[in-house]
C-alpha cells in the first residue's frame, strides 16, 4: 500500500466480561489512537460474545470488508478463552500447537509452571505468525489481515511495538480541536454548512463540563492539513460573528 491509499480497519472486542459491563474497554481508544498515528483509519468496532458462531460469522464479514482487523480478548488459557480456535475454523485451518510459541513459553516459565492451561496459549491457527509480548510471554499472533491480541490492557498496549513493521498505514490522520464556550444548538446549523463545504474532513462536535466551564469541542480530521486549515477558517469566522468565546482546556 502507498502513502496516498486509503487504509481501514475494524477492532472486534471479544468478551462476555464487556458486554456485562464487569470489566471496562480501554483496548479501543489505544488501538484507534495508535492506528490512527500510522495512518489507519478504524471504521467500526463491534463487542461480541465468546459465542464461537457468532465471532467466526463476524470475522469473516470484517475480514473482507477491511484492510485490517484487530481482535481483543480470548486467547488466554481459560475454557472461554475460545479466539484462536475460532479464528482457525473462519479461515478453515487447523487449530494445533504453534512450536516457536512453545518454546517461548516453556522457557519463559519456570520448570513445573508450564501446566495444560498455559500450553493452550500456544495453541492457534496453523502457520500463525506470532506477534511477541514483553509483559508477559505468552505471544499474540496474525493469519493474513488479522491480528489477535490479548484482552490486558497493559499487554495488549505493550505489544504494538511489535506491529509496527507488519501494518502499513496510509496518510495519518491529522486533527485540530477548537474549544468553545457555547452549547451546540447555538452553533449547529453553522457547523453544518461548514460540513456540507468541506465533504473530506471529517467535523465532530463534542460537549463538554470541564473545571466549571460548559463548552462544546469541535474536531476536525483528515490526511489534509490544508483543507483542515480552511475549515479552522471557516469555523473562526461565525464564531466572531456570533462572538463566541474561544476556551482552553
Known sequence: MSKNTKVNAAILIIGNEILSG??????????????????????????????????????????????????TGGIGPTHDDITAQSVSKAFGLKYEIHKEAFKILEAYYKPGEFNEGRQKMVKMPENAELILNPTSGAPGFSVENVYCLPGVPSILKSMLGSLKNKIVGGEPVLSHTISLKTVESEIANSLTKVQDQNSDVEIGSYPFFHAGKLG??????????????????????FVREKDIEIVDR
Open 216 to 237: 462544546v469541542s469541535i474536531v476536525l480530521r483528515s490526511e489534509n492539513q490544508s483543507r483542515i486549515d480552511n475549515c479552522i477558517s471557516q469555523v473562526l469566522e
Open 22 to 71: 464487569r470489566t471496562q474497554d480501554t483496548n479501543t481508544s489505544t488501538l484507534a489512537t495508535w492506528l490512527n498515528s500510522i495512518g489507519v483509519k478504524v471504521n467500526e468496532v463491534r463487542v461480541i460474545p465468546d459465542i464461537e458462531k457468532v465471532i467466526v460469522d463476524t470475522l469473516n464479514v470484517l475480514r473482507k470488508e477491511n484492510n485490517y482487523v484487530f481482535t
